[in-house]
């Protein structure tokens, strides 16, 4: 299954240890979907959450306005639902309840028949301490790697 995405959260990495990964669908207009497509759009300080109705709602992430929409152009930063199953929203509303954990959009990306997905990362919070040691163990890998690429050549 080819997969393209659009737009990636690095940051959410960085900053939480992702327990569990969800895939939700998105409810888009016709402009943000083809602003999607050109890749027009930011997950940095998205979230995600679900209201009193059991709606999935994301908010604060940015797709950009589609520069040739004539009729009615999308609000960047507007709340979108997300579609999941029902059963996921309630094991969701469980596990948030729990303290310290929130649910995050990790990526936004297009599944082989055009529709668009967004990944969303069960997360917690990683402390200043952890983000060290998770930045030591990158370069002392990316340091072996140059190293063995050295030993080859």
Same mark, same amino acid.
């Not at 950009?64 to 199953?85: G, I």
């Given at each position: 299954?080819?997969? #393209? ?15 569990? =990964? ?16 050109? *890749? ?5 300080? *998205?979230?995600?959450? +679900?209201?009193?109705? *059991? ?14 929409? =004539? $009729? ?8 979108? #639902?997300?579609?999941? %199953? %029902?059963?996921? +929203?309630? #094991? ?7 303290? *310290?954990?929130?649910? +995050?959009?990790?990526? +936004? ?24 040691? =998770?930045?030591?163990? $990158? $370069?002392? #890998? ?12």
């Amino acid at each position: 299954m080819a997969i #393209k995405i659009v737009a990636k959260n690095k940051k959410a990495f960085h900053d939480y240890h992702i327990d569990a =990964t969800y895939e939700a669908g998105m409810v888009l207009s016709g402009p943000e979907v083809k602003s999607l497509r050109a *890749g027009k759009a930011n997950l940095r300080d *998205g979230y995600v959450k +679900i209201d009193s109705r *059991g709606e999935v709602m994301l908010y604060n992430v940015h797709i950009s306005m589609y520069s040739f929409a =004539t $009729q009615n152009p999308n609000e960047p930063l507007r709340v979108r #639902k997300l579609l999941l %199953h %029902h059963r996921e +929203i309630k #094991k969701l509303i469980g596990k948030l309840n729990e303290k *310290g954990l929130a649910l +995050i959009p990790l990526k +936004i990306y297009f599944i082989e028949n055009g529709k668009a997905k967004i990944e969303l990362g069960l997360a917690r919070g990683k402390r200043e301490y952890d983000k060290r040691a =998770t930045l030591k163990e $990158q $370069q002392s #890998k990316r340091e072996i790697q140059r190293e063995m690429r050295h030993d080859k050549v």
